[in-house]
């Protein structure tokens, strides 16, 4: 078998591969990755509170029940704003910074879902949700967007 | 024109709005995002949540991406963030140790550096074969499945004789290393890591 015959051979292999990698990409997931650009220029002009990636991490000394069912903490941060959330199957307990009355809206890839008064501390409870999510909050500092994140 | 270019041209018009430019991102990096979910051992359906969210915020940061070439890199850095949260944040199923209680790590290999050469190599491909001629797409296409199509099989199906089918195949070949996606790929930068390399000349 001469080397340039191997070469070949080996080209075939990988371009089989290309060809099965491409199939194995379900519609589902082409069909949501189009959808995202629906979103384009959405919510624009709002300030996105990043999520802070050093704060997502399962609640201490919760480790070892790391699997469904332990809570998760996820911090959003902006300039004046930030919004701290607790997730576990139950929904969301939160907290918007600094305290005061407002409304968060859970938003996924299909649009608003369920929006909630913040009590009088700035504190809220949401219904469980999973998916790609983000939150819209709307507090005497003005209106914010949340990142987009997975729960 | 190099792959990248094409790609800052993409995300360019993507910024502009140009759904279509849009499209052809999600083409060419879906298998990507893919890839990723799949180191971290995500189902089918976790893996399709965090490619949800990854898509999702690329279109908002597509203003942001100073160097429109640097995307592949974002997105797998994206994808590789959202894919670690999810599997600290215990939504997807954690085996644990029945003794102890703990969880059971699971291997998640890193080279990614790795996969975004060879996602690069295996575009390349496919945009090169589509530049050839249909017969001979097709012809590849029977040869490259997995099983391979035996010479007879292919004779069956294509009508060709079983005897040239073999040096038919060696000109495809060849003219699949000339096609411009192919040329491309491997003149883009002088990376002597890439996958392909050996097969190149």
Redesign the interface.
């Known amino acids: 078998m001469t080397a340039a015959h191997w070469?070949?051979e080996?080209?075939?292999?990988?371009?089989?591969?290309?060809?099965?990698?491409?199939e194995?990409?379900?519609v589902?997931?082409?069909r949501?990755?189009?959808m995202?650009?629906a979103?384009?220029?959405v919510d624009?002009e709002l300030e996105?509170l990043g999520l802070d990636?050093g704060r997502?991490?399962?609640s201490p000394g919760r480790?070892?029940?790391?699997?469904?069912?332990?809570p998760?903490l996820l911090s959003f941060h902006g300039e004046r704003v930030s919004v701290e959330v607790e997730?576990d199957e139950s929904g969301m307990v939160g907290q918007l910074t600094p305290p005061g009355p407002g409304e968060v809206t859970v938003i996924t890839?299909g649009g608003p879902q369920v929006t909630v008064a913040t009590d009088e501390v700035g504190g809220f409870t949401l219904p469980p949700t999973?998916?790609?999510i983000?939150l819209g909050c709307t507090c005497p500092a003005g209106h914010f967007i949340t990142?987009?994140?997975?729960? | 024109m190099g792959s990248a270019t094409v790609v800052s041209g993409l995300v360019r018009a993507s910024a502009d709005g140009d759904p279509q430019a849009w499209n052809e991102l999600v083409r060419r990096f879906a298998p990507l995002v893919l890839a990723v979910t799949r180191r971290y051992q995500l189902s089918a359906a976790d893996a399709q949540d965090v490619s949800q969210t990854v898509w999702l915020r690329l279109v908002e940061h597509l203003d942001d991406l100073h160097t429109p070439d640097a995307l592949p890199g974002w997105i797998r850095m994206t994808a590789q963030r959202e894919c670690g949260r999810y599997v600290r944040s215990g939504r997807r199923t954690v085996p644990v140790d029945p003794h102890s209680g703990s969880v059971i790590q699971q291997p998640v290999t890193a080279d990614l550096d790795g996969d975004m050469l060879r996602t690069e190599l295996r575009q390349a491909l496919r945009d090169g074969l589509a530049e050839l001629p249909p017969r001979e797409q097709r012809l590849l296409r029977l040869r490259a499945a997995d099983p391979p199509k035996s010479y007879q099989e292919i004779s069956d199906l294509t009508g060709m004789p079983v005897s040239s089918i073999g040096p038919t195949l060696g000109r495809c070949l060849k003219k699949l290393r000339q096609t411009h996606a192919v040329r491309t790929y491997l003149a883009d930068d002088s990376d002597q890591r890439k996958p392909g390399r050996r097969w190149s000349t």
Not at chain 1, 10 to 22: H, V
Not at chain 1, 147 to 151: D, G, K, R, S, Y
């Open positions: 070469a070949d080996d080209l075939l292999c990988e371009l089989g591969a290309a060809l099965r990698e491409e194995q990409v379900e589902g997931f082409i949501a990755a189009r995202a650009f979103w384009r220029n624009a996105t990636a997502d991490l399962a480790v070892r029940g790391t699997g469904p069912g332990s998760r997730v890839a999973s998916g790609a983000r990142e987009w994140t997975t729960l």
